[in-house]
């Protein structure tokens, strides 16, 4: 079992930037892929990001490549999401996951990922 926690959310102001925080209990960390998610009110939760087990491999969609970086430090049981130029869009909770996959690859279906955090809000006003 994966225990995962978010933290790092708040209220900011659009062109601000934040770093999301993402602790995980697993005692080896680097068996999980993991991808950050997020679901803005009235809206299916989508992917953001996410990152392979070693952190040599990473994906990004065409909204969040420019603005957004995701990191790990598996020593740490910990991963970021950096987020640049936050935009009004980017409101939603934002939900840290990990899936174990045998292959040093990124996992972009939600379906894969077998533990969710509980979520933390960001919130970005015009």
């Known amino acids: 079992q994966v225990q995962l926690v978010e933290t790092g959310g708040g209220l900011m102001q659009a062109g601000d930037s934040l770093r999301l925080s993402c602790s995980a209990s697993?005692?080896?960390?680097?068996?999980?892929?993991v991808g950050w998610f997020r679901q803005a009110p009235g809206k299916e939760r989508e992917l953001v990001t996410a990152?392979?087990?070693?952190?040599?491999?990473?994906y990004y969609t065409d909204s969040t490549k420019d603005r957004f970086t995701i990191s790990r430090e598996n020593a740490k049981n910990m991963v970021y999401l950096q987020m640049n130029n936050m935009q009004p869009e980017d409101t939603a909770v934002y939900y840290c996951?990990?899936?174990?996959?045998?292959?040093?690859?990124?996992?972009?279906?939600?379906?894969?990922?077998?533990?969710w955090g509980q979520g933390t809000q960001v919130t970005v006003s015009p």
């Open positions: 996951a990990a899936g174990a996959i045998r292959y040093d690859s990124v996992l972009r279906e939600s379906h894969d990922y077998h533990y």
């Open positions: 990152i392979s087990r070693s952190g040599t491999s990473r």
């Open positions: 697993a005692g080896d960390f680097s068996m999980y892929a």
